[in-house]
């Protein structure tokens, strides 16, 4: 069977998290969304994974914490700004590998969901006659993707 594996490596959503706040000032939920968007909704990391890459990167001095309206954010600091300069071009080529994958996740899931939708809508009665063959369709095909 498949294996969960991590959809970023280790350091990759530090980095990304870098470079949300060099746009603007962010909270943690704010972060969340952001990196879920970027992910095409297929990562959201929890806020078990994102405070401590917050507290790493403001122990390395390249962000701080600020107070806006009342509620704690984070922003980015000159040596922040100083690190992404010097490693963006590295990082960008492998968040675009990543979102290529991500696109590719993309259309897989919206060919599952038409699969669902299709047989969601079909008539109870042609559904009951036909249930055998569409789940030996099925299985048959997860047989084939897991042989790949």
Request: net charge positive.
């Amino acid at each position: 069977m498949f294996e969960k594996r991590e959809h970023f490596k280790r350091g990759m959503l530090r980095n990304i998290i870098l470079i949300l706040l060099n746009r603007g000032p962010k909270g943690v939920y704010e972060i969340k969304k952001a990196v879920k968007e970027m992910s095409l909704g297929f990562y959201e990391p929890s806020t078990g994974v994102i405070y401590p890459n917050l507290r790493s990167l403001k122990e390395d001095g390249l962000i701080k914490e600020i107070m806006v309206d009342g509620r704690k954010k984070y922003t980015i600091t000159a040596e922040g700004e100083k690190y992404i300069k010097e490693n963006f071009q590295r990082w960008k080529e492998t968040m675009e590998l990543k979102r290529k994958k991500f696109e590719k996740m993309k259309e897989l899931g919206d060919m599952l969901k038409e699969i669902t939708e299709k047989i969601v809508t079909m008539d109870d009665e042609y559904l009951e006659r036909n249930r055998n063959k569409i789940f030996e369709i099925l299985r048959e095909t997860l047989e084939k993707i897991e042989r790949v």
